[in-house]
């Protein structure tokens, strides 16, 4: 006898940017803003999107497609886990409200779709150097930079990886 399932809720919160308005109407603000390719989860990633949260009442992430991750060039191979896993993943944690993506090399055109009332990068990005801070900030908005509380990087990961398996 097999069993049927539902879907689990957090699929409820991976969003097509096409249809974003409706979504984004029914989030409590202040929305915040954050963007990643997010790969290969790890502790920092958790942190930085926990901190992200705190800054308001709901936090939209924009994750960057797989074309966009390979664009970015950080490897030949990245990313390692395709756009659709890397979303489920991310909309199962508590602090993600809303995951989106974008498919061109800044998240500029859904930044303006969303309109954040708080947007934030990691400690790596100064805050004038934030893709839409200048939009950001003129619509009344905040604009944060948080500092990475630890050390872990997917591509430190993905090496480890690959020496402990001998290649």
Partial sequence: MSMSYPAPDFENKICPPEVLAEKLAALPRPIVFT???FDILH???VTYLAQARALGASLV???NTDASVKRLGKGDDRPINNELNRAAVLAALQSVDLVTWFDSDTPAELIERV???VLVKGGDWAPDKIVG?????ARGGSVHSIPFLFATSTTETIKKI????GQ
């Fill in 115 to 117: 309109k954040p009332d």
């Fill in 43 to 45: 502790r920092g990633h």
């Fill in 133 to 137: 801070s200048a939009e950001t900030l």
């Fill in 162 to 165: 690959r020496t402990v398996d």
């Fill in 61 to 63: 992430l924009g994750l």
């Fill in 35 to 37: 963007n990643g390719c």
